[in-house]
């Protein structure tokens, strides 16, 4: 089984953090469970970018103990088509990992496709709906199987949500509440390179459009958004501080509810988390409520501030063996991708098998249009537009 990953940035490998980002590590488990990758390549644009994430990868083989058959690019000269060269070193059976910036998940995520290789790609599928199409009949054409890496389907928190929605504990569904945020450094340092072609719904948003989708099965009806652009702006950043959406959404039986995100990314560095999550969901009969922050753990050491980590995303634990392995829904959802391909790659499964029951291309259709209309509302003194799927 060989494996390409492009994109060598934070979530690859903890790139500009002190951690090993979500992807790698979860690679890493897969293999010392089943041992299948053969070649692993990992594929970025630059040339410091490619031996960074060398680097990264030697310090997480070492905490590990696991060698994976690692191969980085580009290792001679910066170039943005290397992909393109290493896709054609990766002759299937295999699959890709796609973790790029957003406006390039649909060239990246051809690519692949036309090379016949199962793919997973970071959220969101893409920008516009168009794109996602595209993607969607690619993926019909060559017969491989196209997934979104939306974690947050394996947090146990929106399963607990999922599961009272669908037996019927919380009645008919009247409205959801998610407040969303990150740190200043995300925008203004991070993604500082393309940050200027995506924004906060689009890019932190989605995924809690994914979980009402994934909760409730519902269809998006409508979208409205508004937004600020404050604090970055006196930055040189052309983006949104803050995005507000409201999305109306249709059950299979014909009942009408509203989606309230509330998102930004300049909570301040000292915020205790990366990620600040609260999700609420009020149905005829009862509610959910979860602060997907605060889970209970908080640690306050000399010369540090105060961190609440949650030991549920992907974190590092000790083995027996002394050496470390990564748990948590993060790496869940890349394991379970990995998983999927082994069995299409066996036989004992086809691509159409996962439809209904993973963030396949065509079932984050959904979150895309969202995302889309949300852009076209912003632009358009927060009128509301009205979706057709």
């Not at 058959?69 to 000269?77: A, D, G, I, K, S």
């Not at 893409?126 to 947050?152: C, M, R, W």
């Not at 928190?157 to 669908?166: H, P």
């Amino acid at each position: 089984m060989k494996l390409c990953i492009i994109g060598t940035g934070m979530y690859v490998c903890g790139r500009q953090t002190d951690g090993f980002g979500t992807i790698l590590p979860a690679v890493s488990v897969f293999q010392r469970q089943y041992r299948l990758f053969t070649q692993i390549h990992v594929v970025g644009t630059r040339v410091v970018g490619a031996r960074e994430a060398e680097l990264k990868a030697k310090q997480l083989a070492n905490l590990t103990g696991i060698r994976l058959p690692l191969q980085f690019y580009p290792n001679q000269e910066d170039s943005v088509q290397s992909y393109l060269d290493v896709l054609e070193k990766v002759e299937p059976p295999g699959c890709a990992i796609v973790s790029v910036p957003d406006h390039l998940h649909c060239e990246v995520a051809s690519a692949c496709l036309k090379r016949g290789l199962h793919t997973l790609v970071v959220k969101p599928l893409t920008p516009t709906v168009k794109e996602a199409q595209q993607l969607i009949d690619l993926a019909h054409e060559h017969n491989v199987y196209g997934a979104v890496e939306f974690h947050k389907r394996w947090d146990r928190q929106n399963r607990m949500l999922r599961e009272a929605f669908r037996a019927g504990k919380l009645g008919i569904p009247l409205y959801t509440w998610t407040e969303y945020s990150q740190r200043k450094s995300i925008p203004s340092t991070v993604f500082r390179s393309w940050v200027e072609r995506t924004n906060i719904l689009q890019y932190l948003g989605v995924h809690y459009i994914d979980v009402v989708r994934f909760v409730t099965g519902a269809v998006p009806l409508r979208v409205m958004a508004t937004g600020q652009k404050v604090w970055l702006t006196e930055q040189g950043v052309n983006a949104h501080d803050a995005i507000q959406c409201l999305v109306e959404w249709e059950t299979d039986a014909g009942h009408t509810f509203i989606q309230t995100l509330l998102v930004n990314w300049i909570d301040p560095e000292t915020s205790s988390a990366m990620s600040d999550q609260k999700l609420k969901f009020i149905g005829t009969s009862g509610r959910y409520e979860g602060d997907q922050k605060e889970r209970g753990v908080r640690i306050l050491l000399d010369d540090y501030p105060l961190e609440e980590p949650n030991p549920d995303f992907c974190r590092p634990y000790h083995l027996e063996d002394g050496h470390w392995a990564w748990e948590g829904y993060g790496v869940d959802s890349i394991t379970s991708f990995l998983s999927d391909v082994a069995s299409l790659l066996e036989g004992e499964a086809t691509p159409q098998d996962f439809e209904g029951i993973r963030p396949t291309f065509s079932e984050s259709l959904f979150s895309t249009a969202v995302i889309e209309a949300a852009e076209k509302s912003l632009a358009d003194q927060s009128s509301w537009k009205i979706l057709d799927l």
